[in-house]
């Protein structure tokens, strides 16, 4: 049974820094590409980040970069979002997810797992 947990959500304020960690299980870790996603209220689920089998190769997405940076300790089992400068629109629940060896984009269907989130709220 796969699961995948996340963890580090919580209220920070505009400028201020949070670090999101997810932990896998019932998966072969190392196989898997993870991705960082969000959703706002009313709005679409979104990629937000994501990392490569290895850890060689990220992905942030155009609204994150240079202020977020995804990570992954493949003899943990986890993946992290460390997300600086935050915003209030980047104000959402975060999801992590994982498909096989790549996760550079892509729609939220194309994942094969998810977490259940971790609610991120940022106040100005």
């Known amino acids: 049974q796969v699961q995948l947990v996340e963890s580090g959500g919580g209220l920070a304020q505009a400028g201020g820094s949070l670090r999101l960690s997810c932990a896998a299980s019932g998966l072969t870790f190392r196989t898997y590409g993870m991705a960082w996603f969000r959703q706002a209220p009313g709005k679409e689920r979104e990629f937000v980040a994501g990392i490569n089998w290895s850890g060689s190769s990220t992905y942030p997405a155009d609204s994150v970069k240079g202020r977020f940076t995804v990570s992954r300790d493949n003899a943990k089992n986890t993946v992290f979002l460390q997300m600086n400068d935050l915003k209030p629109e980047d104000t959402a629940v975060y999801y992590c997810?994982?498909?096989?060896?790549?996760?550079?984009?892509?729609?939220?269907?194309?994942?094969?797992?998810w977490g259940q989130g971790t609610q991120v709220t940022v106040s100005s």
């Open positions: 997810a994982s498909r096989r060896w790549v996760a550079a984009a892509g729609p939220p269907n194309e994942y094969d797992y």
